[in-house]
């Protein structure tokens, strides 16, 4: 394969609209963004402090994969990836313990992040309507705090570096 067949299709990256909104999607900026943005998670009274380092370093890669499925129409651009979920609930599993659904939903999501890694016997492999309603809503509200925080940062305002948000529908639950 020839370096022009490597880098042509790179180059033709087509600009892309939400579904939801009429703004415009820019996959290189997308790109860009799954390194720098900022790690929502649940304030949970300093648990938020003891994500695993694993998560952390996993993160950047995995929204690279959620951009790349965007493009290819297997994912929606206004939605955070699973892993991204998955780190928001982790501290929010320490803080206390959850209800039945996102304990179902939690478990969804480490399964689908780590597969066969993932312990057998705490694996939750389909989710019913409802809860994948209920994913989805969190992992568009996570995409949401996301794009609030990237454009605190162009404004200049300082951010931490793991922000805290309560998604209202967990705290309801925990």
């Not at 033709?12 to 999607?25: A, D, G, H, L, Q």
């Not at 651009?77 to 039945?100: H, I, K, Q, R, V």
């Not at 939903?105 to 389909?126: A, V």
Request: net charge negative; hydrophobic share 35%; with cysteine.
């Amino acid at each position: 394969m020839s370096k022009k067949q490597i880098i042509q299709p790179l180059l033709e990256v087509p600009v892309v609209r939400f579904p939801t909104e009429k703004s415009e999607i820019d996959p290189i900026e997308e790109m860009i963004y799954a390194l720098t943005d900022p790690i929502i998670v649940f304030p949970a009274g300093g648990w938020e402090n003891d994500i695993p380092e694993k998560l952390k370093n996993e993160l950047p890669l995995h929204r690279l994969l959620h951009v790349k499925l965007c493009l290819d129409h297997k994912e929606d651009w206004d939605m955070a990836c699973d892993l991204e979920a998955l780190t928001y609930l982790y501290p929010a599993s320490l803080a206390a313990p959850m209800g039945e659904q996102w304990t179902r939903i939690y478990l969804y999501l480490g399964t689908r992040c780590y597969g066969s890694s993932f312990p057998d016997d705490i694996k939750q492999e389909p989710l019913d309507q409802y809860d994948r309603s209920q994913l989805k809503d969190l992992k568009r509200w996570i995409r949401k705090k996301k794009v609030e925080a990237r454009k605190l940062k162009k404004q200049g305002n300082k951010i931490k570096v793991v922000q805290d948000y309560e998604y209202e529908q967990l705290a309801m639950d925990i």
